[in-house]
């Protein structure tokens, strides 16, 4: 099956400065790659996601690049805010969602 | 914004015990999920169900769990007699469709079993 692996485990930023959180995959089959972020108490929020025929998406500060060659993907928050603390979550899909062990995000004011 | 609701937030119960997970699903949304995720380690894929069925499910989705749409707007996962190990946060998430694949997760149960 599926094996996604996700680094760092933990990160601290300053506020103002980008964060980085990349993930691999194992199966070439996957073709969905969402990202998550949850805060304290609360279910995991998408807030991004790209599919498999899309090299980069971005939405305003957050963006995701996906390489298919080499089976990984990545996060990217540029300017980062003291709202963007919180858990996020890379996963991998064809039929079936697989997800990273989650990167804890602290920006620090 | 429509969101994936569920109840309890948290729920105490003893080894052996049975106990139902509650979710409403966002109202038109076709597909739901059941996940769970133990402390420190991975979410993790329980089972999804479609149409009044179960469509997929995982090792872990043994006998002891069920899963049941018992009217139009809820969605309920049963475990028959609670282990320590069954203790995890258990999230409920819906999407419209299949395809669509973007899956709305609710707030989530934690469960201790003692």
């Known amino acids: 099956g599926e094996n996604v692996e996700q680094h760092p485990s933990t990160l601290s930023v300053q506020e103002g400065d980008s964060a980085v959180i990349k993930c691999t995959y194992s199966d070439s089959a996957s073709n969905y790659f969402p990202w998550y972020k949850q805060e304290l108490g609360k279910g995991p929020q998408l807030i991004i996601d790209i599919r498999s025929n899309v090299g980069e998406k971005k939405d305003q500060r957050i963006a995701v690049t996906l390489n298919k060659t080499a089976k990984h993907f990545s996060l990217h928050i540029t300017e980062t805010q003291p709202e963007d603390s919180a858990v996020y979550f890379c996963?991998?899909?064809?039929?079936?969602?697989?997800f990273g062990t989650g990167t804890s995000l602290t920006v620090i004011p | 914004e429509p969101e994936v609701t569920q109840t309890p937030s948290h729920q105490v119960t003893q080894m052996g015990q049975e106990v139902i997970l509650r979710c409403v699903p966002i109202s038109n949304h076709l597909y739901f999920y059941w996940y769970r995720q133990i402390l420190g380690q991975k979410v993790e894929f329980l089972v999804s169900?479609?149409?009044?069925?179960?469509?997929?499910k995982s090792e872990i989705f043994d006998d002891q769990f069920s899963v049941e749409r018992p009217d139009g707007s809820n969605f309920t996962l049963k475990i028959r007699s609670t282990k320590l190990e069954d203790s995890a946060m258990y999230f409920c998430?819906?999407?419209?469709?299949?395809?669509?694949?973007?899956?709305?997760f609710g707030s989530g149960t934690q469960l201790s079993v003692l």
């Open positions: 169900f479609y149409n009044n069925e179960i469509s997929e």
């Open positions: 998430a819906s999407s419209l469709a299949r395809r669509d694949e973007k899956l709305f």
């Open positions: 996963a991998a899909s064809q039929n079936q969602f697989y």
